[in-house]
């Protein structure tokens, strides 16, 4: 065990490029594992994510596989570049793999999960210009009839975007737009 973290401290330098790997294989690649645990989630499913059409056959099958491969492959050469940097022992040696697992499957927690704020984030942008558009208009629409129109019309420009190849970019515009809706009170008092 000590001459593995040996060898691989004197590789000091290739967590770096493992971890960037890692970064971007879950942040452009795997993030639909997270999506695809979402929608299945017992407790509290999200029908509204939406799965990139890209990511059916081989990609979805080993991509758990990948994901896993990659963050031990970081841990353990983050265990041995932390363990160049501490006094040698067993001890040691454990605490810098415990660190360094919990660091790199927290990240690997927040990239995956990136894709699947930005989907939140623009459903219900979507669901409150939905509601507020029917809502100026004087119509009245059920809250099921609401979520389901909305669910059709997000998964709709999504598809759209991604058949453009800019999924992300859409994601990303809709999401972070600075753009508020307002809000309609019928108990306020309007300005005559």
């Known amino acids: ?11 000091f330098w290739l967590p770096l490029p493992l971890t960037a790997l890692h970064f971007l294989w879950c942040w452009f690649l795997a993030y639909p594992l997270y999506l695809e645990a979402r929608i299945k989630d017992r407790s509290n499913p999200k029908p509204w994510v939406y799965l990139p059409s890209w990511w059916k056959g081989s990609l979805a099958k080993f991509a758990y596989p990948v994901t896993l491969f990659l963050s031990l492959l970081s841990v ?6 932390l363990s160049r940097l501490l006094p040698s022992g067993l001890f040691w040696s454990l605490g ?15 990239w995956l ?23 100026s208009k004087g119509k009245t629409i059920q809250d099921a009839d609401l979520r389901n129109r909305c669910m059709w019309e997000h998964q709709q420009s999504l598809r759209k975007a991604e058949q453009s190849g800019r999924l992300y970019r859409y994601l990303h515009a809709k ?16 300005d005559s």
């Open 1 to 11: 065990m000590q001459m593995i973290l040996d060898f691989l401290g004197r590789w």
């Open 175 to 190: 999401a972070k737009s600075q753009k508020d809706i307002a809000v309609l009170d019928d108990n306020e008092p309007h």
């Open 113 to 135: 999960s990136q894709n699947y704020f930005l989907q939140r984030e623009c459903y219900f942008r979507e669901y409150r210009e939905l509601a507020f558009d029917y809502h």
């Open 76 to 81: 353990v050469t983050w265990t041995g570049a």
């Open 96 to 110: 810098a793999f415990i660190v360094s697992a919990a660091a790199i499957l927290w990240a690997q927690r927040m």
